[in-house]
């Protein structure tokens, strides 16, 4: 990639739009189209921004834990609003529900997946 593509594929990653995104990069919007139809800008593109939502999942993941604990400490805070208890309880609900039910899938895809494997071998 040339160092005007560096220069835009960074902009396209931290500005909200392609028009600011090429304004940033000191090109017209037309160029980062003609970038953006190229197949090998494309998949430094993916792969960037692949490594941007890696990022953001890692920062979520360590989160998790300070936040849940938050969560359990207004629940279980007796003295506390109830509408506030309820409310932390029901975000804890269904945060669960939905981990658990995320768990499950990738559990039965890592299990078809070493199934199909299996069958080629």
Do not use: C, H, W
């Not at 304004?23 to 921004?49: C, M, N, S, V, W």
């Not at 890696?54 to 998790?64: I, S």
């Not at 969560?71 to 975000?91: T, W, Y």
């Amino acid at each position: 990639m040339t160092p005007k593509q560096q220069k835009a594929l960074l902009a396209l990653l931290t500005n909200p739009t392609k028009e600011r995104a090429a304004a940033a990069a000191g090109i017209t919007t037309k160029t980062l189209r003609g970038y953006l139809a190229d197949p090998e800008f494309q998949a430094e593109y993916k792969k960037a921004f692949a490594g941007l939502v890696e990022d953001a999942t890692r920062q979520a993941q360590q989160a998790l834990a300070p936040a849940l604990s938050t969560l359990r400490e207004v629940v279980e805070d007796v003295g506390g609003n109830p509408q506030f208890r309820i409310s932390a309880a029901r975000s804890i609900l269904e945060y669960s529900m939905k981990m658990t039910e995320q768990n499950d899938i990738i559990s039965k895809l890592q299990e078809l997946e070493d199934e199909m494997r299996e069958g080629k071998e």
